[in-house]
């Protein structure tokens, strides 16, 4: 019988002996309270725990909501009369870069992130997230840069070029200053805590439900997030990419933008927009979870066609991809192209279409009870089809080039993001806040949150479309009187200050009924909700993590907040006295083994500091001011590390109705592996938008690239680069042979030889093409070889760290065959690097030759 | 929709109002069903509480009209990238930071800045180009927009009905005042311009006024020809705007102020203030001076 059947097995066996009525031991609730602690007063910055971290997450998110919308308050007065000067034209520029770029990467994407931290344990009854620090230190590595990032305004060095960033206007030449730097530094790495955000929420959902909580019996919020990780884990390497491109291009000189050195401005849009298009769904589809879940909670009835919901999800990630060029009609993109585009744009109105009548038709089954909640629900109902009928619209190749980059624009996107996330994440804030608090907020306070916020919105931006129509262009900072705006755009600023006030409003209930109250004492399930969350809770999560057999549970078993209560399902204690949850398979979420997690601690802090100050050093040009910063970052980042793969520290123990797991697993099984796995669809991606590149910029030469790959790099070097590649390969591949046999001491020193062949093949390569005459400045051609080489470089430069930590590991006696994930991981990473190099040295060494 | 008032934006307006009505009335559906679910009789909300409504109006409704509305743009957009003009009117506009520079490609050839002359009736045919960073060229009531970036040449035709003033400007954030980089596009008829494309071509006039006479000494004797041509001049510039006509556009500063020498002087001194951030330094010279240098660019009609 193979292991999974053995694993499913044992769990049935076990369900059947459970809920187990048997009282529990004495002192075991004692016990499981103790190892979940929180640490008090100050030390609580070094929480991890995703009550603490969920829900700091969030309150940074609203904090940038609001100094967000500050920035557009003044954008609004300055606007709110012809010739206006409230403001000047540079500050201006600044202020519309900003508020769009914090309002996309500072609260937009962290908000639905933070709402995963927070809910999706909860919803899938784990007791926590399975990489508790690497939120922490998304979290906090955020929250730094977001700050530093914010600050620059009061310098006068905020950004200036739009919150697309496009080149020429922000290269070198025509941004001199650290301006920009400041965006592609500090978005760069903000950037990269998304994507670890990313990482923890796809290996959570995917490993750590509650015991045989199938796929289809998921949450809806928690299928809205698995596919919203899924496209930041695609889409956001190709910003990460663009904005290494743009910076390099910047600091180094590098032409990969400057089309009369063989650049193309038009590469940094597709390596946006990209990026771009999937954001915006990356942003409204873990809203639209919500509200697959608040909007069955107001209506007291089950979302109806739950699959066609999931399916649209899915859809809508998916076609998300195929629609980048919507923003670039007007760049005179062949029609053959943009029909194309404007057809799959079309498409994605059939997903949002099945959404919007499943919850239309759940409503109708129910019987509304008008809560804050309801009311945000419907309001965000009927925003959104509106932003999506404009959508609609844009999405029309003729109407979009009039309507592109004007005012009727800028209402369509607010439209669909204010109405289809900030409404949503309303309704979210009052349904869940309950959940966390010992008070909820004010239902008579929050009707008049609702109605300034709403009404303040709709009286902004319905005009707005006629102010675009009328021939407003976006992002200017006055307009001349007697073209019939005057009016249009006073309007918008009284519905401006309206939302203003409604916020202010909200902050101030905030204030009064916030009372953060993780453990003991939050208000509980004040709606009626039937999902998991609103089982009784601690800060260790659920007392005992039930079985479910629907989708809401809580409405088919009255029964089950008791039993998980009394400790009668899984896992009521610790049986390895330490803070643990269950990782499951991933579709049936078959018990596997018992995962142990770490508790507070201050390295990921420490190191999300020093993080955030070496990027705010390369910033501001303090170049050696960062490397203290960049070397102490590393050393926290191994600190933490130290302690992980503690080895089989006990033997399987028994986790409920006689169910025992073992405590600890390696390779493919563990958690650490698969999210090594989802780091190497991310270097893929950076990777496959780089060889994007090369074609791109091949495909808009005259010649190719025949006139700048002459000569080629000798034949020698390429059989000796080639031969160092399959050396490593060889190397690593034998050191994993004899880890599997149990000899650690031969396999570590084969690993530092395969990790330095690796690292010599790159040198070989590099040189090579140095000798050849070629230079990076040169060209786009030079630039964009030059750029494979610095990404495998760089995957060197981790490997080496790497396997230095491994040496250290075996050293410190923490490396043997049963207790092997540092080599593992080292292992699948290499795997991955030399792939990677050696598809760049064959496409850079026989592109050349093919196309010529 | 601004009023459309050449060839390429009457068949958007119409496909802009068919839009506007269609998505009303689809929003008046969502709403009408939304009422019943949420206020309508048990019968009502019955039916619409089914996974069939999904169906239904979520997916066969989106499809069936954004098939037809797909095929009308389409074929609208295929039209409009093609439209096949006999003998166009040839004309390249490049994008600055924060002009528009504007070289007729056949005929005379003249060259002008910030507006741009075509005859009624006969189509323009433009190639738009940059020289520095990304721009969009604009008019929304003769067309739609089309980008200017560095390396590409791009195309876009334009056809005025009527004689008159098109507004036009940039409409791709392209920094600092990038605001205020308008230009006006001029129908006149077929007579008018062809009297208009002869006179741009010659070469600029001898001052007449002693005022005038003394001006264009000043702007010989000065930065200005630097970055400045007045053809028939030695000022050969190809920094700033062709001034060999400047006083016979309307406008200064691009599409900024009406243009008569009190603009003109005060744009010369105190250009910064007006249009901060543009490529020309203001000038401080005596009151007398700018005058007279206004005066002698007025008369370059």
């Known amino acids: ?852 | 929709m601004e009023r459309p008032a050449g060839l390429q934006a009457e068949p958007v307006a119409t496909l802009t109002t068919a839009m506007t009505a269609g998505a009303g009335l689809l929003l008046g559906l969502v709403l009408i069903v939304l009422v019943l679910a949420l206020f309508g009789r048990p019968r009502w909300r019955e039916r619409i509480g089914r996974e069939r409504t999904v169906i239904i109006l979520g997916i066969g409704l989106p499809v069936l009209v954004l098939s037809a509305l797909l095929i009308w743009g389409l074929s609208l957009t295929a039209s409009l990238v093609w439209p096949k003009p006999t003998d166009p009117l040839r004309i390249r506009v490049t994008g600055k930071q924060w002009w528009w520079d504007v070289a007729y490609l056949g005929g005379a050839r003249p060259r002008t800045a910030n507006e741009i002359v075509i005859p009624t009736g006969r189509m323009a045919e433009l190639e738009l180009e940059s020289s520095d960073v990304i721009h969009s060229f604009w008019v929304p009531r003769l067309s739609g927009k089309v980008d200017m970036i560095p390396g590409h040449s791009n195309r876009i035709y334009l056809q005025a009905r009527q004689p008159g003033t098109y507004l036009g400007q940039c409409a791709e954030y392209c920094g600092g005042p990038h605001a205020l980089m308008k230009f006006r596009v001029i129908a006149l008829p077929p007579d008018q311009y062809a009297a208009w494309e002869a006179r741009q071509a010659t070469p600029a006039l001898p001052p007449r006024t002693a005022a005038a006479v003394r001006g264009q000494s000043l702007f010989l004797g000065s930065a200005c020809m630097v970055c400045h041509a007045v053809r028939g001049t030695p000022a050969a510039g190809k920094v700033g705007p062709d001034l060999t006509h400047v006083g016979s556009r309307s406008t200064i500063g691009a599409a900024l102020m009406p243009n008569n020498v009190g603009t003109l002087a005060a744009w010369i001194a105190d250009t910064q203030h007006i249009k901060p951030g543009n490529r020309m330094p203001a000038f401080t010279m005596p009151p007398q001076d700018l005058i007279a240098l206004a005066t002698y660019l007025d008369e370059l009609e």
């Open chain 1, 1 to 852: 019988m193979s292991r999974a059947r053995q694993e499913e097995a044992a769990f049935r066996k076990a369900l059947e002996n459970l809920p187990d009525k048997m009282p529990r031991p004495l002192g075991e609730l004692e016990q499981l309270k103790k190892v979940w602690e929180p640490p008090k007063g100050w030390r609580a910055l070094s929480a991890v725990n995703n009550s603490y971290i969920g829900t700091f997450y969030t309150g940074a998110a609203l904090l940038f909501f609001i100094l967000g919308g500050v920035l557009a308050l003044i954008m609004r007065t300055q606007l709110a009369a012809p010739m206006a000067e409230v403001v000047s034209q540079e500050t201006y520029n600044q202020l519309f870069t900003m508020h769009g770029t914090i309002m996309m990467f500072l609260f937009a994407v962290p908000a639905v992130e933070s709402l995963g931290v927070l809910l999706l344990p909860q919803m899938l009854a784990a007791r926590d997230l399975p990489f508790p620090r690497l939120s922490a230190f998304a979290f906090w590595a955020y929250l730094f840069g977001g700050l530093a990032f914010y600050c620059s305004l009061f310098f006068k060095v905020a950004p200036d070029g739009g919150w697309f960033m496009y080149p020429p206007l922000t290269s070198a030449e025509y941004s001199p200053g650290i301006n920009a730097d400041f965006w592609l530094l500090g978005i760069g790495f903000i950037e990269i805590s998304a994507i670890a955000g990313a990482i923890e929420i796809v290996v959570g959902i995917l490993r750590t439900r509650t015991p045989g909580m199938t796929l289809a019996n998921l949450p809806v919020f928690a299928w809205a997030m698995l596919v919203f990780a899924a496209m930041v884990i695609l889409g956001f390497p190709a910003i990460i990419l663009g904005t290494a491109l743009l910076e390099i291009e910047r600091t180094f000189d590098w032409p990969f933008f400057i089309s009369h050195r063989g650049g193309d401005p038009m590469l940094w849009q597709h390596l946006f927009w990209f990026f771009g298009h999937p954001e915006v769904y990356i942003i409204f589809l873990p809203a639209a979870g919500l509200m697959s879940m608040i909007i069955p909670m107001v209506a007291r009835a089950r979302l109806v066609a739950y699959p066609l919901v999931i399916l649209a999800l899915i859809t809508t990630g998916t076609l998300a991809f195929g629609v980048w060029v919507h923003h670039m009609y007007a760049t005179g993109i062949p029609a053959m192209s943009v029909s194309f585009f404007s057809a799959a744009s079309m498409m994605v109105s059939v997903p949002a279409g099945i959404q919007i009548f499943a919850w239309i038709a759940t409503l109708a089954t129910g019987r509304v009870k008008w809560t804050v909640p309801a009311l945000f629900s419907v309001a965000f109902l009927i925003t959104f089809t509106m932003g999506g009928l404009t959508g609609v619209m844009v999405a029309m190749v003729p109407f979009d080039w009039q309507a592109h980059d004007t005012h009727f624009v800028v209402a369509h996107l607010h439209y669909v993001l204010i109405g289809g996330m900030v409404f949503p994440l309303f309704a979210a804030i009052y349904t869940w806040i309950p959940m966390i608090s010992n008070r909820p907020l004010s239902e008579k306070l929050g009707r008049w949150v609702f109605g300034l916020i709403v009404g303040g919105f709709h009286v902004a931006f319905l005009v707005m479309h006629w102010t675009g129509l009328r021939g407003m262009p976006r992002r200017v900072f006055t307009y001349p009187d007697g073209l019939g705006l005057n009016d249009f755009n006073l309007i918008s600023t009284i519905g401006a200050y309206m939302i203003g006030a409604g916020v202010l409003l909200f902050l101030f209930d905030l204030a009064r009924n916030f009372r953060f109250a993780p453990a003991d004492g939050e208000v509980g399930n004040v709606y009626g909700a039937g999902t998991l969350e609103w089982l009784p809770s601690d800060n260790y999560g659920f007392r005992s993590l039930p079985y479910v057999t629907s989708r809401e549970p809580l409405w088919d078993r009255p029964e089950l907040s008791d039993e998980v209560e009394k400790g009668q399902w899984f896992l009521p204690g610790t049986p390895t006295n330490a803070r643990e949850t269950i990782v499951g398979s991933p579709i049936g979420s078959i018990p596997q083994y018992l995962m142990r997690l770490p508790g507070p601690g201050w390295d990921h802090f420490l190191a999300a500091i020093a993080t955030a100050a070496f990027f705010l050093m390369l910033t501001v040009q303090l170049y050696w001011w960062s490397i203290p910063f960049g070397v102490a970052a590393i050393a926290f980042v191994f600190r933490w590390v130290w302690e992980l793969d503690p080895g089989r520290t006990h033997d399987p123990v028994e986790v409920g109705g006689g169910l025992k797991l073992p405590v600890y697993a390696t390779g493919p099984r563990s958690h650490a592996w698969w999210a090594v796995a989802v780091l190497n669809i991310v270097l893929a991606m950076i990777f496959a938008c780089l060889v994007f590149s090369y074609f791109f910029l091949w495909s808009n030469q005259p010649g190719g690239w025949t006139p700048y790959a002459v000569p080629q790099p000798s034949l020698a070097s390429g059989l000796v680069v080639l031969g160092l590649y399959l050396i490593g390969i060889i190397l690593m591949a034998f050191a994993n042979h004899l880890m599997g046999r149990g000899s650690t001491p031969a396999t570590v020193p084969l690993a530092v030889g395969a990790v330095l062949a690796l690292i010599a093949a790159v040198a070989v390569d590099t040189a090579a093409l140095a000798a050849t005459g070629l230079e990076a400045k040169d060209s786009g051609y030079g630039a964009v070889v030059y750029m494979f080489q610095l990404l495998e470089a760089s995957l060197g430069f981790t490997l080496l760290l790497m396997v230095g930590f491994v040496v250290a590991r075996w050293l410190g006696g923490r490396l043997h065959p049963e207790r092997r994930l540092a080599f593992d991981c080292t292992r699948q990473l290499f795997y991955y690097a030399a792939g990677q190099g050696l598809i760049t040295f064959l496409l850079l060494r026989l592109f050349p030759l093919v196309s010529a």
